[in-house]
């Protein structure tokens, strides 16, 4: 029995004519064995791998990152600082590990506004509905009745906020021409 051994990289398993796990060529056609490399393979935005046998390696992008090679920013990820930030209508820190996904009226606005960003922004805003407020669009704006999640108005307040016509408290000067004391049920 002759013993087989291969030169570092190349799989002595198929006879020398693979390449070994993390490793890429094609040794049966004269592709030698070569490293996987974080920087040539992964444009040093991902860890390079391949499998046992195979003539490519593959890339694990970090975080931000992607495509072949891992050449480009991910979904959600601001070319313009190098995917470091988020881009318009997405929050996240990619600095702190924490992923870029996109504003979204249910999770940051309670489906009671519209969720947006600017670019580079780590959290979204919210542009409340009528007859609601707050950070996250989780309270009553003033005047609109919580008993009616919002849908009615308060005592004192005038609208009718299902026809998009606003709450707004009652005038002495503009409802009872100064002549009395306004309010409303």
Partial sequence: DECMQCATGYNS?????????????????????????????????????????????????????????????????DASTSCTTCEKNHRGNPLEGEPC????????????????????????????????????CMQCATGYNSSTGCTTCEANYQGNPAESDPCVPCSNADDCNSHGTAWSD
């Fill in 101 to 136: 996904v996109p504003c979204s009226n249910g999770d940051d606005c309670n489906n009671h506004g519209t969720a947006w960003s600017d670019a580079g922004s780590q959290t979204c805003q919210c542009n409340c509905s009528l007859g609601w407020a707050g950070d996250e």
């Fill in 13 to 77: 398993s198929t006879g020398c004519t693979t390449c070994e796990a993390n490793y890429q060529g094609n040794p049966a056609e004269s592709d030698p064995c070569v490293p996987c490399s974080n920087a040539d393979d992964c444009n040093s935005h991902g860890t390079a791998w391949s499998d046992a046998g195979s003539q490519a390696c593959q890339c694990e992008c970090d975080l931000g990152w992607a495509g072949d090679g891992c050449m480009q920013c991910a979904e959600g990820y």
